[in-house]
């Protein structure tokens, strides 16, 4: 039954990942694909590189983009089934596991949406993965695996980095700590780390350390206290992890956590620890701060495997009857709920015609630039125009998704984005006439002031999805000016908008 299942979902996402247009972080990120780059100033690497594998294997389409989520939600959940066969050696425990993360609509179905998540989940399972097998062999070698996964899963996403109270704790509050201290395999599997994660300390060391900055000014930008930023967290993981499954995971950890450091059992030091720490900080960040969708995804996975332990660990110890029949029951319900709501959030945006929501539609919100496209192809006919400029990386992805090379693209502002990125056809930019295009009411924004470029307006276009109005765009011819591609740091044309003074943006959340 449960590999029916798997394999129903599987197709699920495939489908889901074949049939919906690009996202246009998705399309960010696949624009990275094509630079040769060691870092990025919003992430590391390894998301362009899960992208680049997937086009190369399935072309340029929505499912080679996406390929990789795939591939990494199938290794995410045979890293589970194997954590849970070895700590608890129950069949059940192991299925129950692997359920889990389909019963959850992040991982159910938007694993099919690349993001750099999608690529440190995997490897913070296998982090994990290797200390239980540390646990089971006391073999200190295992300190070298987990060093090489976890510096893959820092070269995926930064905040991959609190996971390390985690492994501190399982290192130190045991009655191994003596013995760990003293030997080399953990410091030799630290050392690992840091020189997979080299790479992005070298670009970093050549860039006036950019992505680290760009990444601290976000977290430590003054604000002020809202009740909606701790609404929007707290909602966000009900819905994305699920109503019932959320308060299952979180009351599993807190018994996990309790038996942990009750006994100094290190399985349950660390698979507690590598949840509640981040989800306690992004709780407190939340209460001035607007947490993304995906920052808190990469460590849910390893909550589930606290669930399922947990059932197992609850008989062993004799706790009452009725605590044990309660907690099985309410894994049945959020596996059975979470995954009924999966597949009906799957049919209403590949199969159904109709928009709820409106405008605040998650996925419709970034729909129909297809239709963007069409017109900013046919204005660039009528025009003569010969490259395409605007001001938002959001238009900028979609614009080079949908014109694929055919017509250079460029994003005239915020250009700390591109450092290091290859010529995008300055022969066909220089000193000929571009298109300005850009989300309305942006184009009344001050970028213009002291240059020499000359605006002609050409109207606009709509961006709708299933009858509704998302945005709408200006296009205006440019002429008179060329951009440069590497202003000076102290260029408003080189600063990203939180360094200039725009904490209310949020880019590449």
């Known amino acids: 039954m449960a590999v029916a299942i798997i394999a129903v979902m599987t197709i699920i996402r495939v489908v889901y990942a074949g049939a919906l247009d690009l996202r246009t972080d998705e399309a960010y990120y696949w624009t990275w694909s094509k630079e040769l780059q060691l870092c990025f100033l919003d992430h590391p690497p390894m998301i362009a590189w899960f992208i680049r594998l997937g086009t190369a294997l399935l072309g340029e389409t929505n499912l080679g983009v996406r390929f990789a989520g795939i591939v990494a939600m199938a290794a995410s959940q045979i890293l ?24 959850a609509l992040y991982y159910g179905l938007l694993m099919a949406k690349v993001a750099p998540d999608i690529a440190a989940i995997p490897f913070a399972l296998a ?64 050392l690992i780390a840091l020189a997979v994660f080299s790479p992005v300390l070298i670009w970093n060391a050549q860039h006036d350390w950019a992505s680290f900055r760009f990444q601290f000014i976000r977290a430590t930008a003054p604000r002020d206290f809202s009740w909606r930023t701790l609404g929007d967290y707290i909602g966000l993981q009900f819905g994305q992890v699920g109503f019932v499954l959320l308060p299952v995971t979180l009351s599993a950890l807190v018994l996990t956590a309790w038996r942990g450091y009750r006994t100094r059992e290190p399985v349950a030091i660390l698979l507690s620890t590598s949840v509640l720490v981040p989800f ?60 009924a709501m999966v597949v009906l959030v799957f049919l209403y945006y590949v199969a159904a015609p109709w928009n709820f929501i409106g405008r605040t539609d998650p996925i419709g919100a970034e729909a129909g630039y297809q239709q963007v496209a069409a017109r900013v192809e046919q204005e660039l006919q009528t025009t003569g125009a010969t490259w395409i400029a605007t001001s938002d990386y959001r238009t900028y992805a ?87 591609l590497s202003p000076p740091p102290d260029s408003p044309l080189y600063q990203w908008r939180w360094l200039a003074g725009d904490p209310g943006s949020t880019p590449s959340a």
């Open 280 to 339: 306690l900080y992004f709780l407190w960040k939340s209460l001035t701060l607007r947490i993304g969708d995906t920052w808190p995804m990469f460590m849910w996975p390893i909550g589930f495997a606290a669930v399922a332990i947990n059932i197992v660990e609850l008989t062993r110890e004799g706790a009452p009857a009725w605590l044990i029949r309660s907690t099985i029951r309410w894994a049945r319900v959020a596996v059975v709920t979470g995954i």
């Open 80 to 103: 589970l089934a194997d954590i849970i066969r070895r700590v608890t050696h129950d069949v059940r425990a192991v299925v129950l596991a692997v359920l889990l993360p389909e019963a």
């Open 127 to 190: 982090m994990v993965w290797a200390l239980v097998r540390l646990v089971e062999t006391d073999d200190g070698r295992w300190w070298l695996a987990a060093g090489l996964f976890g510096g893959l899963a820092l070269l995926s996403k930064f905040t991959v980095v609190m996971l390390l109270p985690a492994v501190a704790a399982f290192w130190l509050v045991p009655a191994w700590r003596s013995r760990w201290l003293a030997s080399p395999y953990p410091w030799c599997g630290a």
């Open 398 to 484: 979609m614009m080079r998704w949908f014109f694929r090379g055919r017509v250079p693209v460029v994003q005239i502002n915020e250009r700390a984005r591109f450092m290091g990125f290859r010529d995008p056809g300055m022969n066909l930019i220089a000193g000929h006439a571009g298109l300005y295009v850009v989300r309305e009411p942006d184009n009344a924004a001050r970028l213009w002031a002291g240059t020499t470029a000359q605006l002609e307006p050409r109207g606009s276009v709509q961006r709708s999805w299933r009858g509704t109005v998302m945005d709408s765009y200006a296009l205006s011819t440019l002429k008179g000016w060329t951009p440069e």
